[in-house]
């Protein structure tokens, strides 16, 4: 593979010292064919002779060292590799414009910082300095990368070809087909697909609407379509998607700040915007972190993590994004002085993701039922009391209490759903946590607690144990009728103590009448490992520990997990006492897809040692593939089996 480059003979070389450095002009440049082998060794030499190149030395030494590890172990065909999987992974509303930008290449970052370097010593001289040499370096590099662009591109394009001559036929009569399709129907499925795609629906209607003239005709009489408006849109695409939507449509409303600080195009956004605020049914707020330098040393962060290190790095952006959630929030209010008063009458969703602690929430809307929360809570404000439904990430012990205050102060809420969202670190292991108590909260029915991947399982004692046995016992949550338990385990060799800890937390005792603190009549289980995700094969046996004296109330068990299902009973086997005030009547095995005739023995096996299998009335079989039906008939029994694929 040939490639055209320009290099500097004399800067291959070792520059003179300061003493010695030649007034005379060097040969210019001069254009030579260059393989791809022989321009990374002319990058290499000029590298090792005028030192690292400044962009070089900002990145993370761990995350060089893992690529320079990766590319010696894989070679060239590690980029084949990793490009293959960030195209399977990327969502396909993905902007590669504006993921790959060149202020984002190492190349590219300091680009303008070597020019202004190199141009100031352009004064009818001849140029003799080491930055010239980096740039010339980092050029060689450019040229071979848009070489190695190009190369790709080519082969891509042919294997293309192949699969467009292959499924041809195929593409040509599935087109016929969907000719066949109801306009109508195709409405649902475009407005299904729109509403996937949450606030990047805007791009989806736009492309939809340019397939054909048959799918813009249906685009354009499908209202619905256009009714996502985003704050980081254009007034052309804002006053096309209000035109296009007709008087009718209610909006999806997507608003992010970010350290651009464009107010500017906010107050745009408003003025354009605030006419149609009373026919908004959705509305997502999200302040998102700047990204967080190349030496932060964290290949792999979550958004409150990007956010902490994100206000300890960049304290003025952190502060001017703040400051951006504010005057987003405030506008709301009425705090802008040519829009007063904002009134959602619609309104029925409202998300927040923001980290910020001293959001107000001052505005009207009568009709607001679910809220989805992240970062620091807002005070209880007359907005929420109308709330059914408050899902919440948990991102701090710190903001516990503050919560079950929030949670008290909506006396209309029927589900609540918790996330532990704060990482667990292992230095807190051991630590007790104590929550004071929330005011009774009777309108709740149905709780969700959600423990996704805690890497806990270093003692016996685990921290996540400790937190939510304390946050549960600070619950009063007297009427609730479900209880579901969302439990995701990451260390495969310690899984089983994990679970055997987790287990007994979701089910607090009372210390003062030893009775459970959590008493609804029906609880559902889903435990998931990552490698379920990964979709990568696991022979880790866990096991799922349920103590019966904690779940006396509960008439209906659900399971979902990856782990065999035993139960227990502390202390005596088949007490007469719990026995007979034990209510399960009925156990729901749904997608256990590990689960084998042996799992199922083990479990029924278990009720009978606790003296529960003979008031139990069914047992359900759910997508339960590996459990044949005829085996799980012997196992079961005819009266008790429910079984369905």
Not at 33 to 59: D, E, V
Not at 356 to 377: A, E, H, K, M
Not at 561 to 577: L, S, W, Y
Request: glycine content about 6%; aromatic content about 10%; proline content about 6%.
């Amino acid at each position: 593979m040939n490639v055209q480059v320009h290099f500097v003979v004399g800067f291959l070389a070792p520059p003179p010292s300061r003493a010695t450095r030649p007034t005379t002009c060097p040969q210019q440049p001069r254009s030579t064919n260059l393989n791809l082998s022989t321009i990374f060794t002319f990058a290499t030499m000029a590298f090792r002779n005028h030192h690292s190149l400044p962009y070089m030395q900002g990145r993370n030494g761990n995350t060089q060292e893992g690529t320079s590890e990766f590319v010696e172990k894989m070679g060239a065909m590690g980029l084949l590799y990793v490009l293959e999987e960030v195209v399977r992974k990327q969502e396909s509303c993905t902007d590669f414009a504006e993921v790959f930008k060149s202020n984002k290449w190492i190349l590219g970052e300091k680009i303008e910082e070597l020019q202004l370097s190199v141009g100031n010593q352009f004064d009818g001289e001849t140029p003799s300095s080491a930055k010239f040499a980096e740039l010339v370096a980092a050029s060689c590099e450019a040229d071979a990368m848009v070489a190695v662009l190009k190369t790709l591109t080519t082969i891509a394009s042919g294997i293309q070809a192949q699969y467009d001559q292959v499924l041809g036929p195929s593409v040509s009569k599935l087109s016929k087909n969907i000719a066949s399709i109801p306009d109508e129907l195709l409405g649902v499925i475009f407005e299904a697909a729109v509403l996937k795609e949450g606030r990047e629906g805007a791009k989806m209607a736009r492309s939809l609407s340019h397939v054909s003239r048959r799918f813009r005709n249906v685009a354009l009489a499908q209202k619905n379509l256009w009714a996502t408006l985003r704050s980081n849109g254009s007034e052309e695409e804002w006053d096309m998607f209000i035109s296009r939507s007709g008087p009718n449509a209610e909006f999806r409303i997507h608003i992010q700040t970010s350290t651009s600080r464009n107010l500017r195009k906010w107050d745009a956004f408003i003025k354009c915007c605030w006419q149609t605020a009373f026919r908004w049914t959705t509305l997502t707020m999200t302040r998102l972190p700047p990204p967080p330098p190349r030496s932060s040393g964290f290949p792999s962060l979550g958004y409150f993590d990007m956010l902490e290190i994100s206000s300890r790095t960049y304290p003025k952006l952190e502060q001017e994004m703040r400051s951006d959630m504010e005057f987003v929030v405030k506008a709301f209010n009425g705090g802008d002085r040519e829009v007063r008063a904002w009134h959602f009458p619609r309104l029925v969703e409202l998300e927040v993701r923001s980290g910020d602690s001293d959001i107000d929430f001052s505005w009207t809307s009568p009709n607001l039922q679910v809220l989805r929360y992240s970062g620091q809570l807002p005070d209880p404000s007359a907005v929420f009391t109308t709330l059914t439904n408050f899902r919440y990430g948990i991102p701090s012990t710190f903001v516990v209490n503050d919560l079950l205050e929030f949670i008290a102060s909506m006396p209309n809420l029927l589900d609540l759903q918790l996330s532990l969202s704060m990482e667990i670190w292992e230095g807190s292991l051991g630590r007790s946590y104590h929550f004071a108590p929330s005011p009774p909260c009777p309108s709740i029915v149905s709780f969700r607690l959600l423990v996704p991947f805690p890497r806990v399982a270093r003692s016996q004692n685990c921290p996540s144990d400790g937190i939510i046995s304390a946050l549960l016992r600070a619950l009063r949550i007297p009427n609730m009728a479900k209880f579901s338990a969302f439990i995701g385990v990451d260390d495969q060799s310690e899984g089983s103590e994990l679970l055997n800890s987790v287990s007994c937390a979701l089910l607090p005792v009372d210390i003062k009448d030893v009775g459970s603190l959590i008493r609804p009549s029906s609880i559902d289980y889903t435990i998931r490992k990552r490698t379920d995700y990964n979709n990568q094969p696991s022979d880790v046996l866990w096991t799922f520990p349920v103590p019966l004296e904690r779940i006396y109330t509960v008439s209906c068990l659900t399971f979902s997990t990856c782990a065999r299902v035993i139960f227990t009973h502390e202390g005596h086997t088949g007490e007469d006492g719990d026995t007979e005030r034990c209510q399960l009547r009925e156990i729901r095995f749904s997608g256990c897809e590990q689960m084998t005739i042996e799992d199922l023995r083990l479990t029924i096996q278990s009720l009978k040692e606790v003296g529960a299998w003979d008031t139990l009335e069914r047992i359900v079989l759910e997508l339960c593939d590996l459990v044949e039906y005829c085996a799980a008939l012997e196992v079961v029994g005819m009266e008790r089996l429910r079984y369905s694929t």
